[in-house]
T-cell receptor, first 113, second 116 residues
């Protein structure tokens, strides 16, 4: 089985940096995704990590430690439009080739002026 | 548009009724997924299609739920004898499988189902 934990809510100030943590337990691992979801909208892809280390993509970076079952998403130079839910998701193939996603409950980030 | 589309965007039905939710994936994507998202939760996997066949339906909660993809493109999720607990947003996603864990799924806007 799989279990994913992430904080429910976070608040940060416009222009600042925020780190959203995700810890997980899983019986099989093929990678970890971060998705962004604005209220009432579809999740959109932010990043993918399969090896340990940091992946940087503009204002967004994601880190993975497989031995610790830990990832974080780092958002720099926060903008008001970054207010959204951030979903940590594991991808795993149970044998059917599905690589289905198992999501955490999401972290609702509020960016304040 | 070239994204995943879902219809209807909203569906209100009465307990016990039958509903169909439609998903039109990105052209050329052979993999199609259905997820269900309840309020305050992350999406929960329901079923996966590779082409026309349901390769993994382990997430379907019970036999009231069924999905088809007869021509390997559009998919329909069918729910019989709806219950109030079925109320949720039903998300469809498609991807072009790489055969590895890097399988970026593109999500549609969802169908918000409300069972009264």
């Amino acid at each position: 089985g799989q279990n994913i934990d992430q904080p429910t809510e976070m608040t940060a100030t416009e222009g600042a940096i925020v780190q959203i943590n995700c810890t997980y337990q899983t019986s099989g691992f093929n990678g970890l995704f971060w998705y962004q979801q604005h209220a009432g909208e579809a999740p959109t892809f932010l990043s993918y990590n399969v090896l340990d280390g940091l992946e940087e993509k503009g204002r967004f970076s994601s880190f993975l430690s497989r031995s610790k079952g830990y990832s974080y998403l780092l958002l720099k130079e926060l903008q008001m439009k970054d207010s959204a839910s951030y979903l940590c998701a594991l991808t795993y193939d149970p044998g059917a080739g599905s690589y289905q996603l198992t999501f955490g409950k999401g972290t609702k980030l509020s960016v304040i002026p | 548009g070239a994204g995943v589309s879902q219809t209807p965007s909203n569906k209100v039905t009465e307990k016990g009724k039958y509903v169909e939710l439609r998903c039109d994936p990105i052209s050329g994507h052979t993999a199609l997924y259905w997820y269900r998202q309840s309020l305050g939760q992350g999406p929960e996997f329901l079923i996966y299609f590779q082409g026309t066949g349901a390769a993994d339906d382990s997430g379907l909660p019970n036999d009231r739920f069924f999905a088809v993809r007869p021509e390997g493109s559009v998919s329909t999720l069918k729910i019989q004898r709806t219950e109030r607990g079925d109320s949720a947003v039903y998300l469809c996603a498609s991807s072009s499988p790489s055969g590895t864990g890097y399988n970026e799924q593109f999500f549609g806007p969802g169908t918000r189902l409300t069972v009264l």
